[in-house]
């Protein structure tokens, strides 16, 4: 077990005071069987109020009201977690599951409908020339070694790319551009598989890397149904199945939906603004 903090500041500047809308914050790591959360803490300035909710992915969503107009938003939080997850690999396909193509159960097929569901589906075109690669109709191959080469793939494939401009990019821009962000790489692997019949979903959260010169950061990565063995986890932008340095916030068919912070705010049109972001996470 190890206990991990995670502390992440976010901050706005405005040259004038200006109205600020609900806020909504994912900033809570999901609660399961590998994962408690120990102790956490959020301070809001300016003066404000919060509810938090569970939407219908499970995730810990809150609402921060501001209450007045303000030329400065300071969301800073604190949350220490005991994380179990320490044997990634460690998973058990159910047998039907072990070789692909397989079938899914029919309540299965309904509940997973929207993870099937493409995003972008005009881009199915490129999706099939590029998963051709590592499969062809007919062929049988077991599951897992066909996930894994996909996602190793993107890594030889395509070079990493720190993109700040919101939102992701389709897989076809992915594929043609050969670079992007962890969001871009999670986006292509998560409508791969949907092609191929699987069911994905987008995970959000944060990476506890000791190793690099980095304090940690958000990260973002993709998530397989194998029946018998739940939702794994596939960061696509290190190729590595997701572990105990792996903690998510909230999951989301749309890779779009749970960005840690968002909101807007109403001025004058010669406002100006400024963004500070920390984030720091380090076993304790």
């Known amino acids: 077990m190890k206990r991990i903090r995670i502390y992440h500041l976010t901050e706005y500047s405005f040259s004038e005071p200006v109205e600020l809308s ?3 914050l994912l900033l809570r790591p999901r609660e399961g069987h590998d994962i408690r959360i120990a102790s956490s803490r959020l301070l809001v300035e300016p003066d404000h109020s919060v509810k938090w909710y569970r939407d219908i ?10 209450h007045k107009p303000s030329n400065r938003l300071r969301i800073e939080s604190e949350v220490v977690i005991e ?27 309904l509940d997973l409908l ?4 493409h995003t972008w589906p005009n881009d199915t075109k490129s999706l099939k020339e590029w998963v051709y ?9 077991e599951t897992y070694v066909l996930l894994d080469r996909m996602s190793k793939a993107i890594v030889s494939e395509c070079g990493y790319n720190m993109r700040e401009e919101p939102g992701v990019q389709t897989p076809d821009e992915t594929l043609k551009q050969k670079s992007g962000s962890c969001r871009d790489f999670a986006t292509l692997f998560i409508e791969a598989c949907r092609y191929l019949g699987f069911a994905a979903r987008f995970a959000s959260g944060y990476l506890h890397n000791p190793g690099s010169n980095q304090h940690g950061s958000t ?5 397989v149904y194998l029946p018998g063995a739940g939702w794994i986890g596939f960061d696509n932008t290190s190729g590595l199945v997701t572990g105990s340095e792996h903690i998510a916030t909230a999951v989301h068919r749309h890779p779009e939906s749970i960005p840690p912070v968002s909101g807007s705010f109403m001025g004058s049109g010669n406002v100006t603004s400024t963004m500070k972001v920390e984030v720091a996470v380090a076993q304790i």
């Open 133 to 141: 690669h590592f499969w062809k109709p007919g062929e049988a191959i």
């Open 219 to 223: 990260h973002a990565w993709s998530e």
């Open 114 to 117: 929207p993870y099937r569901t």
């Open 57 to 66: 992915y499970g995730n810990s969503v809150g609402i921060v009201r501001i």
């Open 22 to 24: 609900n806020h909504t």
């Open 83 to 109: 994380n179990y997850a320490t044997r990634p690999l460690d998973f058990l396909v159910d047998e039907r599951a072990v070789t692909y193509p397989f079938p899914f159960e029919p309540e299965e097929r």
